[in-house]
């Protein structure tokens, strides 16, 4: 078969035919009864505190346009841009035999290893030479692996921008399913914020683990995820990307932001349509509210999951923390006074910045986060509006630490001047008592 292959027919019939052979996952341990998903404020945190990250709501194939064979089939309306098809034997070869210490990550999905492969082939190259990957490799069990693996290819088959990452192929043999993307040195935005537990190959990138993600960085970060989402949404045919969140935001050496992970992802809503009714899937902690309540996904679903990421990006805190005090755990509840509050905004950064951060910079940016994450879809902005006001917000030089030094020298001056004026009058007073004239009048007085 040729290895670069733009036959999507059969691409397509084996992955169906291998999907509706496989185990149907819709008891899934983490699945929400559909008649709890009632939306107020009490239930948005309940939700967003939920103990299980990822969330899948079971029987609903029959209300909703993500019945199994609407999620597998994919459509013929595009040609896929041309995609190395990888055997199964190369693949295992290019990860020294999916070897431990390769792993990249680990999702539901199964893993991620490092690889490598021959340039513009795929033949696997010796490490250190040829072109680094990063090989994910499905569990062999479950419908929505499938689901998810098909609308991996799928999207990123088709869609194309600096923003996103670069699905290199696939391979589809036997049970084997796996995909192959360009590697991302630096890893994932989640691992920068966190720390997180999850391996990192890099050297450089352990080191740089200690040290907190500058501001400069982290607005670039914003910007860069921004326009992803703007891209996805802009199009003659929108695509929702929804499981916007720092684990699925990698970055490249320059801190360059790229989105990943298209499992979910959904064609939006068409001509006068206003929305699409799907399954409830997602992350804790991440999920629009009346998306969870109802099941009707919109574009303004994914600009409230952005608001949550430019919360933790703002904070360095996760969208759910079960060790931090009651009324903390949950960022979104916690945040949303100081947001709303001009003057209290700063309370919300990082304190491992250390006031090496913009305060007009900030300030922004929790205005923007405070109008991503507004319970009226209808009020947020687009993701177009976000890429317009974070953009600027990278040319900002007025850091919090300048303004407290000149704050502090100003006092210093004010205090020193006011000393100096103390003194005056203390040596003045004293100039007058001991003139020769003074003197000679308490001299006058004596006699």
Known sequence: MDKKCGCWAVLRRSAVSSAYKSSDSKNSAHSIPRTSLVYDAVTETRYLN??????????????????????????????????LQFSFQELKSATGNFRP??????????????GWIEEN?????KPGSGTT????????????????WVAEVDFLGQLHHPNLVKLIGYCIEDDQRLLVYEFMTRGSLENHLFRSESTISDVIELFE?????????????????????AFLHGGPEPVIYRDFKTSNILLD????AKLSDFGLAKAGPQGDKTHVSTRVVGTYGYAAPEYVMT??????????????????????????DKKRPSGEQNLVAWARPYLADKRKVCQLVDPRLELNYSLKGVQKASQLAYGCLSRDPKSRPSMDEVVKVLTPLQDLNDLAILSYHSRSSQQARRKKKQDGAHQYTYNQSKTIRNSPLNSGKQHLNRG
């Open 50 to 83: 939920a103990s299980n990250r990822e969330m899948y709501a079971p029987n609903e194939a029959q209300n909703s346009s993500d019945n199994p064979e609407s999620d597998i089939t994919l459509p013929e309306k595009k040609a896929p841009r041309q995609l």
């Open 133 to 148: 990957v990063a090989v994910k490799s499905l569990k062999p069990d479950g419908l929505q692996g499938h689901r998810e």
């Open 209 to 229: 683990g200690t040290i907190p993600l500058p501001w400069s960085n982290r607005i670039k970060i914003a910007v860069g995820a921004a326009k992803g989402l």
């Open 101 to 114: 210490d390769s792993i990249l990550g680990e999702g539901g999905f199964g893993y991620v290893f490092k």
């Open 295 to 320: 099941g009707h996904l919109t574009s303004k679903s994914d600009v409230f999951s952005f608001g949550v990421v430019l919360l933790e990006i703002l904070t360095g805190r996760r969208s759910m």
């Open 121 to 125: 082939g795929t033949a696997p190259a």
């Open 253 to 256: 050496t320059e801190y360059n």
